[in-house]
């Protein structure tokens, strides 16, 4: 029995006969089940669309729209597709039952109805959603976890390289630069190789500065667009793909915190290895825009365009970025272009204290 209204599951009835609708109603809310029902196909999906339940009891003859249609379309649209649907079929109708099996149903109730055996089947349907749905909500946090975890990681690694191994090599340089000069006057053969000692200390310094700045971005220092104008310029040096950036007016980097920024830096940064790896791209488009209290950020290539089923079980880049988003109250999504490429969109609301920050700065 579930006792607060709250947490107790909704089940839809769709059914034409009257007698049927009532009768597995009162076994359901017997159950502690709430219950809704539906006379036909069209009113099914509506009271769908407004609220989804957890659960669909769902007859198959009805006129209009009927028990196959329905579970066709809950099944086909991805908002709906996890919702269990138990078909009810005839006793002895194995062909009503392949073809509900077929449009994606959970499982099958006879009539008559048996109340134990109509309780245990949807108590088992309700306990896997909650099992999916539990499992959903740890992926969700456990790749939230991971993506932290990298930029902590990140951070340590480049204070790490900066500390150790930075400052050695400048003492070291300090050192060579003494010897270099001492030895100008006493030792002209010291004297060259302390000067192919020093290019060398100064190539591992600029390789230090490198590593450093892959793992923590210093340009982020300067604000989101500089680091964004820096990164589509390295990106064009490694690539043949030309960039450009627009921010529209009235966006700032101020309308971000440091989080928010170091997040749209990421997904660009991914977003530009994805085009890399898989677009074939010649031009990558980059525009920055501030709609109703929203910071967007999109990216559109004009590649070979993105396909929702080529993200592999192995693909965890788009799910590392959706979830990281989602975090933020954001939204992200990835979708063909209108007539070619890829438009990755970031949307990501501007947290009122610096709406309210900003709107002093306008009105002083
Ligand atoms: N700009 C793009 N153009 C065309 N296809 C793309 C684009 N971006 C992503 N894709 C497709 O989406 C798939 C999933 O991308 P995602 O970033 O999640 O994983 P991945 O790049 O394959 O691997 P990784 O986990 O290393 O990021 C890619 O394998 C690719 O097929
Ligand atoms: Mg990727």
Redesign the pocket.
Known sequence: MHSTTESRPKILIVDDNPQNRRLLEALLRAEGYITETAEDGMEAMKTVARHAPDLVLLDINMPGMDGYEVARSLKGASETAEIPIIMITADLDHGARLAALDVGVEDFLTKPFDRIELGLRVRNLLRLKAALQESRRRLSQLLIHRERAKEEERKSIALEVHDALGQNLLALRMDITRLHEWAKEHEPRIHGEAKTMLENVDASLHSVKSIINDLRPFQLELGLHAAVEWQLKAFERITPVKCQLEVRPGVSDNDLDDGQVLLLFRILQ??L???A???N?SRVDVEMVKENGTYVMCIR?N?????RN???A???????MVERVGALKGVFA?EPGESV??V?TVSIPISESIQVASSRMLTP
């Open positions: 991914e977003s290895s994805n085009i790896r898989h677009a791209a290539d590649g070979v365009g993105f396909q080529a993200i592999k192995n693909s965890f880049g788009i799910l590392g990835i490429g890829t990755v």
